[in-house]
């Protein structure tokens, strides 16, 4: 039998609660997609962006590749929460966008952990330094930085052409 806690970490439904803390504390800001992938890898390996800060996870080996595999489940998270209606979608000219509802700050509320204290400060310091940076800046803070944080990464975003090598 094994063991339900294994079902947790690194699912769906770890990731969206962390989305959930990340959209709670962003205020009026709205999220794409990509700056939920970018800014969840963000919160997890902070110490990646800036080796004075801890790291939520402990540093893997070539934790670069979460990135990829990260969309999916924030996808997966997103899908979570927008059927409980705890975030709200934004369909925009320019893209699909999540943002906190009133759901959010209720049900963020009631997470009273040490973890999640502790999240709710690394999500605070993540969106004090590039809450405000534009999505391509991020881009290249990753392309500039991957291959420090991993080697698998620059194959998978040549595939998807998304980032530069």
Known sequence: MSNTTDN????????????????????????????????????????????????????????????????????????????????????????VFYSANRSTSLFVDLLKSTYFSKLTLVVEWVLSKYGNVSTPMLNKIINENIHIWGGEFEYEALVRSTYEQ
Do not use: C, M, W
């Open 8 to 95: 947790l970490f690194n699912s769906s439904l770890e990731v969206a609660l962390r989305i959930l803390v990340l959209l709670n504390r962003a205020e009026s800001n709205n999220f794409d997609i990509d700056r939920l992938v970018i800014f969840d890898y963000f919160i997890l390996h902070r110490n990646d962006i800036d080796k004075n800060q801890e790291s939520i996870h402990p540093p893997l080996p070539h934790r670069s590749s979460e990135i990829i595999i990260r969309r999916k489940l924030v996808q997966e998270g997103l899908d979570v929460l927008i059927s409980r209606g705890l975030i709200s979608t934004i369909y925009h000219n320019t893209g």
